[in-house]
């Protein structure tokens, strides 16, 4: 139970900083964010608020579940977009860690014998690091462009 809310205030204090600091490409990835979240409530059931505070129900974890396969690949390929559009380096390693996240759903579909507990924490451990990528790569981003307007004149970084 702690472990979950404990979850949802970092993401909370993350997503945070991220909208204040980040610009445009977080704008997006707040967006397939929250439509993800939103996605795996509805595919696994007992996840409303008992997924807040970390009491889902780990029978939902006893096989593939198709619904939450196809929102992690939304978010993946949102992720991904976002990572071809900009110069986000950490979009890409956010895309990258989702990748996997998507890649983990097929360890059930191979092997139906796979252990409920194994499934979900390999699902699930993925945020954290994207959480992690996330703010740090938007603090070097900002003190990156920090150096630089400080370092060139405007008449030395080209057009606005």
């Not at 795996?40 to 939902?60: H, Q, R």
């Not at 579909?109 to 699930?124: M, Q």
Request: charged share 10%; proline share 6%; hydrophobic share 50%.
């Amino acid at each position: 139970m702690i472990i979950g809310l404990l979850y949802w205030i970092v993401a909370a204090a993350c997503w945070a900083y991220a909208l204040a600091y980040g610009g445009k490409p977080v704008r997006w990835a707040f967006a397939c964010f929250v439509i993800a979240m939103l996605g795996t409530t509805a595919a696994t059931p007992g996840s409303g608020f008992a997924g807040v505070v970390g009491l889902v129900k780990v029978e939902a974890w006893s096989r593939m579940n198709p619904v939450l396969l196809a929102t992690d690949t939304l978010y993946f390929l949102g992720l991904y977009a976002a990572a071809l559009s900009c110069r986000r380096h950490w979009l890409i390693w956010s895309a990258g860690l989702q990748f996997i996240c998507v890649a983990t759903h097929f360890g059930p579909l191979l092997d139906p014998g796979t252990n409920a507990k194994l499934y979900r924490g390999l699902e699930t451990v993925w945020s954290i690091p994207m959480l992690a990528t996330m703010v740090v790569g938007i603090f070097k981003d900002r003190r990156y462009e920090r150096r630089v307007v400080s370092t060139y004149p405007p008449s030395w970084r080209g057009p606005a």
